[in-house]
């Protein structure tokens, strides 16, 4: 039950960011109007139009990600492909309890595997590629 009060938290937390990042990016671009308008003639236009360019750059540097949570560094992804290296036909279940797991964050892990050609399913267990 934790995890799911902390991911209901983290989706909350960033719902709410995203809903926060425009009003982030107009609050820089009204700041750089306003500091412009303090300037003269052509200094005040090189302003306002470097005010633009600088928030539209610091908008396209806020990192944008897919929903759910972050990719891991592959450690889980490795530790899975040595037991199935070592064992051909190993089962999601077999895997969680050598690895000391919950068999739920397999199913992140082994879809991905299989889709980049690492392993494949056969009936119920998972083999190295052939070749």
């Known amino acids: 039950m934790p995890d ?3 991911s209901e938290l983290r989706g909350s937390l960033e719902k709410r960011l995203r ?6 990016t107009e609050h820089a671009q009204l700041r750089k109007a306003l500091d412009a308008l303090e300037g003269v ?3 005040a236009e090189a302003t306002v139009a470097g005010a633009a360019k600088r928030a539209r750059a610091a908008k396209a540097t806020i990192p944008r990600r897919g929903r759910g949570r972050p990719r891991g560094t592959g450690g889980r992804a490795e530790e899975v492909l040595a037991h ?3 064992q051909p036909g190993i ?5 969680a309890k050598r690895m000391k797991i919950k068999p739920n964050y397999l199913y992140r892990v082994l879809p991905q595997l299989e889709k980049d050609g690492k392993l494949h399913k056969r009936d119920k267990g998972y083999h190295p590629p052939e070749g």
């Open 91 to 95: 089962t999601i279940a077999e895997l």
């Open 4 to 6: 799911d009060v902390l």
């Open 84 to 86: 199935v290296h070592k």
């Open 19 to 24: 809903e926060l990042e425009p009003l982030i």
């Open 41 to 43: 003639g052509k200094r």
